[in-house]
């Protein structure tokens, strides 16, 4: 038979690998729950489309030809590429490997995304996992798009809700961070009054944590600060806040970050009378596409790091 027309099967490249490993047919066939008939019929079919035997028989046993010892090598990566191949698939299945992209904005991103993400790689340190922080609008174009699986964002009236599968987290609080030499570092509460005179950086307008300051500012009847930095970069306004007597306004989990060690990088919150809040953001994935196994159990670890008793409902 030609041999462009070699037609095998596992369960033949199995039987050649173990009459190999034991030196005998009724081993082989013993390891494979066969019998020797079957076996030998089996051997007999492959050397028969090799045109050629794969061993010799002697009297101790069979060693492979040299044929056989090159039909062996390839045949054994054969049989591990199929077996990694049910690894794979199982372990997909199980949600422990694949890939996955999420995203969401800064303060959940801290809070949420980073202890969830830990707990799946420590379980599974294959899983592909691909981290955007971005801004809602973004974030929701992406996901629309069918380019993440899942976000933690605010639902913006451009975007129809109903394509979505929503869960309710909760709303965003704002520190108003400084370096820790910062003049006003050691007052006991500032008023919005006393920080309008400040230099400040703050994201785009439209960005939620710039509206809410501003907002705060509006509720006391004073303008937004006349000397205002624009920054999406988060580097970026460290870097200015480190070296100046600049304020920001960011999510309280980024302040904490901040603060608390390891990180303990010489900022500080200025004590404000005021609160300032921002809406509730949700976890969104879309309707028409279920999760992944793995995007699946992500999303339910982000769930469950919530304290928000609604999403210990998450799993679907």
Do not use: C
Request: zero cysteines; hydrophobic letters at 45%; charged letters at 20%.
């Amino acid at each position: 038979m030609s041999l462009e027309r070699l037609s095998l099967k596992p369960p033949q490249l199995r039987l050649i690998h173990q009459i190999a490993l034991t030196g005998q047919l009724q081993m082989a066939a013993e390891v494979l729950a066969m019998t020797q008939p079957a076996a030998s019929r089996m051997l007999s079919e492959v050397e028969r489309q090799v045109g050629a035997a794969l061993f010799l028989r002697l009297p101790k046993g069979m060693e492979p030809t040299e044929i056989g010892a090159t039909f062996l090598r390839r045949a054994r990566v054969i049989l591990r590429e199929m077996d990694s191949i049910a690894t794979d698939i199982r372990d997909m299945r199980g949600g422990h490997a694949g890939a996955v992209r999420v995203g969401a904005v800064t303060g959940p991103a801290v809070s949420y995304l980073v202890p969830a993400i830990r707990r799946v790689k420590h379980e599974s340190p294959g899983a592909q996992i691909s981290v955007d922080v971005q801004p809602s609008r973004e974030l929701l174009r992406h996901l629309a798009a069918g380019e993440m699986d899942f976000v933690l964002a605010r639902i913006l009236p451009e975007f129809d809700s109903r394509e979505f599968n929503i869960l309710p987290m909760r709303d965003e609080k704002v520190s108003l961070i400084a370096r820790a030499a910062h003049p006003l570092a050691r007052a006991q509460v500032v008023t919005l009054t006393e920080l309008a005179g400040h230099e400040w950086i703050m994201q785009q307008r439209g960005a939620p944590i710039r509206e809410a300051t501003l907002a705060a500012f509006a509720s006391v009847g004073l303008s937004e600060p006349a000397d205002i930095i624009d920054s999406p970069s988060m580097l970026w306004t460290l870097a200015y806040l480190a070296q100046s007597d600049a304020i920001a306004p960011v999510s309280d989990e980024v302040a904490d970050l901040l603060m608390q060690p390891p990180v303990s990088a010489g900022f500080t919150v200025l004590r404000s009378v005021h609160q300032i809040s921002v809406s509730t953001y949700y976890l969104l994935d879309l309707v028409r596409r279920p999760l992944s196994p793995l995007a699946k159990r992500l999303r339910d670890e982000v769930a469950r790091t919530s304290r928000n008793p609604l999403l210990d409902q998450v799993g679907r």
